[in-house]
């Protein structure tokens, strides 16, 4: 079966010989790493409410507590933030690896 023109880009779409998730992939990845970043952004909120409240309940020392609660929201908002942020960066390398193990194959194949 000949084809020639523009379906030849269907026909290989339509076989899995192009897969146009690679290039779904970097745009995928940047809105990830802003809505990540959004989401740290509200954990950390939400986690500095629940420190604040659990200040006001002990009240005995709300000046020294203060200090503390502040650092404890901003390591709290560092350490998921990089987790975030690494994790989803190791999963999109994986799968770009993967795409990129599928075109080496495709080439040493002749297809």
Excluded: C, N
């Excluded at 942020?85 to 994986?94: A, D, H, N, Y």
């Amino acid at each position: 079966m000949s084809h020639s023109g523009p379906l030849d880009w269907l026909f290989d779409l339509l076989t899995f010989r192009t897969l146009i998730t690679p290039a779904l992939l970097v745009l995928t990845y940047y809105l990830g790493a802003v809505l990540i970043a959004a989401l740290v952004f509200d954990l950390t909120r939400r986690f500095h409410r629940q420190l604040v409240r659990k200040l006001r309940e002990d009240s005995g020392k709300p000046q020294a507590g203060a200090l503390l609660l502040r650092a404890r929201a901003a390591a709290f908002a560092v350490a998921t933030f990089l987790i975030g942020q690494i994790s989803w960066r190791m999963m999109f390398e994986f799968l770009l690896a993967y795409f990129q193990m599928h075109d080496a194959l495709l080439r040493m194949s002749g297809s």
